[in-house]
């Protein structure tokens, strides 16, 4: 399913849902998003499940979905996505990768969703989906139908973390070597991709991405790690989910504006200088 370069800037977060269930043309559409997912960019493809009560087989639903969302910060939803990926060096750049593309097909239809790395319930998550010894559970999102008013809990949360903000241009996009800015102006259909990753979901909105054009369709992705709260979930890497929801943005945009490419970890860039960050993957695509 392709993904229009408007619901790339104009998803947010949601935390506060109607209460409906999910009609069965959506459940029906997330599901075949599931079956068509592709593996992330570093090869793990994390297995994905809509928890809904409302679903014939989950009759007696074990009553996961509502108790996933124990936190209370998720209010009025009926259906969780739930993933679990195989414990890995770049797994959970992968699982940011791969979900984000189910979080952007829903926010499409319509739907909204939420990221949640911490607050839910990791244990019913993971017996939702019967979570293995070597699978990392690193996050999950409730999804369904936004209710009319956000409740206090989710304007205080998207208060908290600055949610309507981000980082200007200059701190984002670098121009040939981390730290010289990269002008918007002159860029054409490069500048709505640039912003497509700034307006990218990340955990307490910190958007550790860093982006340095090297040449006109060649990107290369730096790491910018707050290491204390990246690993905080250890064994998940939250920070490394930031970097491959940011890597599916960059892939959307391209494909968007009809531009082709992949990304891939180049030695000869992985020795360029990245100081203060750290290098992660490069973009080569269309110019
Ligand atoms: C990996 C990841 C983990 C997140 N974890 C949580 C969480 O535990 N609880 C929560 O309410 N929001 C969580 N968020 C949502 C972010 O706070 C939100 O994406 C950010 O503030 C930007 O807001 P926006 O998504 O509306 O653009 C998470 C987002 C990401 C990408």
Known sequence: MSIALDTLLSRRSVRSFDGRPLEAADRDALEAVFAEARPGPFGGRPRIRLLDAAQAGLADADRAPARIGAYGVVSGARAWLVGAIANAPDACSDFGYVFEGIVLSAAGRGLGTCWLGGTFSRGAAARAVGLAE???????????????????????????????????????????????????????????????VRRAPSASNRQPWRLVRDAPGRVRLLFAENRAYNRALDPVRVQELDLGIAMRHIAEACAATGRTGAWSRLPEDAIKPAAPFAYHATWLGDA
Do not use: C, H, M, N
């Open 134 to 196: 070597r699978e990392l559970l690193p996050a999950v999102s409730p999804v369904g139908y936004p209710a009319d008013r956000r409740t206090l809990v989710d304007a205080a949360f998207r208060l908290g973390a600055g949610s309507d903000g981000r980082k200007p241009w200059r701190e984002l996009f670098f121009d040939g070597q981390p730290g010289r800015p990269l002008p918007a102006s002159g860029l054409g259909d490069w500048a709505g991709i640039f912003e497509a």
